[in-house]
T-cell receptor
Framework: AQSVTQPDIHITVSEGASLELRCNYS??????LFWYVQSPGQGLQLLLK??????LVQGIKGFEAEFKRSQSSFNLRKPSVHWSDAAEYFCAVASFGNEKLTFGTGTRLTIIP | DGGITQSPKYLFRKEGQNVTLSCEQN?????MYWYRQDPGQGLRLIYYSQIVNDFQKGDIAEGYSVSREKKESFPLTVTSAQKNPTAFYLC???????WGQGEQYFGPGTRLTVT
């Protein structure tokens, strides 16, 4: 069975600093990987996705993520965070031909001035 | 504008009562999903449907029921058999297959409180 681990429950970053959120997955074949963002009390919005090809994928709002098969990781990065980036971030995995997503438990990001 | 609507935003019920949460989409997506979100537990799949008049149980279906009579609608009923129904419920939809696989579009959620 596929699974996703987000080891950081809460991260605090200063505005303008760089950000990296960690995601590790467990899946036998090549996974389809996603990062979603959720503002408080709202639904989730897709930031970016990886299906195949270039292992560095660009998303919305200046985010990027890198797929590393050898480390079973798909970490999310942003060079310089803005106060509006404060939210909860979820990593998710799907398998080929299976529409269901398996989500990690999320990482809450706090931005300090 | 295309999207997913969930109503109401907040819902309060007494213990022992069934309650139905609404989810409508106008994205022409075939697949629809219901998730439950609790603090620190991420999203857990309750039910999903890939075609009208058909649906499958997710990881935590006990105490819930759904119907899919129309492509656009996927209501969720939280029954009195659900032991801990207070939670934030999210509905989502997606295309099936192709580049859109796994790309789910979410509604704004319904926060259900049962006392």
């Amino acid at each position: 069975a596929q699974s996703v681990t987000q080891p950081d429950i809460h991260i605090t970053v200063s505005e303008g600093a760089s950000l990296e959120l960690r995601c590790n997955y467990s899946y036998g074949a090549t996974p389809y990987l996603f990062w979603y963002v959720q503002s408080p009390g709202q639904g989730l919005q897709l930031l970016l996705k990886y299906f195949s090809g270039d292992t560095l994928v660009q998303g919305i709002k200046g985010f990027e993520a890198e797929f590393k098969r050898s480390q079973s990781s798909f970490n999310l990065r942003k060079p310089s965070v803005h106060w509006s980036d404060a939210a909860e971030y979820f990593c998710a995995v799907a398998s080929f031909g299976n529409e269901k997503l398996t989500f990690g438990t999320g990482t809450r990001l706090t931005i300090i001035p | 504008d295309g999207g997913i609507t969930q109503s109401p935003k907040y819902l309060f019920r007494k213990e022992g009562q069934n309650v139905t949460l609404s989810c409508e989409q106008n994205l022409n997506h075939d697949a629809m999903y219901w998730y439950r979100q609790d603090p620190g537990q991420g999203l857990r799949l309750i039910y999903y449907s890939q075609i009208v008049n058909d649906f499958q149980k997710g990881d935590i279906a006990e105490g819930y029921s759904v119907s899919r009579e129309k492509k656009e609608s996927f209501p969720l009923t939280v029954t009195s058999a659900q032991k801990n129904p207070t939670a934030f419920y999210l509905c989502a939809s997606s295309m099936i297959g192709g580049w859109g696989q796994g790309e789910q579009y979410f509604g704004p959620g319904t926060r259900l409180t049962v006392t």
